[in-house]
């Protein structure tokens, strides 16, 4: 078994929904795996910012843990 692992700096606009939008890998890596992590990416929520009562949208800049793994 493979395992590869990598910590991936992204950029991304949170909307006054908690949805990623626009969202940017800002490190180097191939096509299918960037892809793969935009994908998931499309599936992340956030408590959004707040400007007194009402949302906002915000840039955020994150770390996330990659890992690939093949049998």
């Known amino acids: ?14 909307g006054s929904d908690g949805r990623l939008y626009k969202p940017q890998v800002k490190v180097s890596v191939d096509g299918p795996h ?14 959004p910012a707040r400007r007194g009562k009402d949302a906002v949208a915000v840039w955020v800049t994150l770390p996330v843990r990659f ?5």
């Open 67 to 71: 890992e690939l793994k093949s049998n």
């Open 34 to 47: 960037a892809a793969a992590i935009q994908g998931a990416l499309s599936f992340w929520r956030f408590e």
């Open 1 to 14: 078994k493979a395992r590869h692992e990598r910590l991936v700096g992204f950029e991304a606009v949170v």
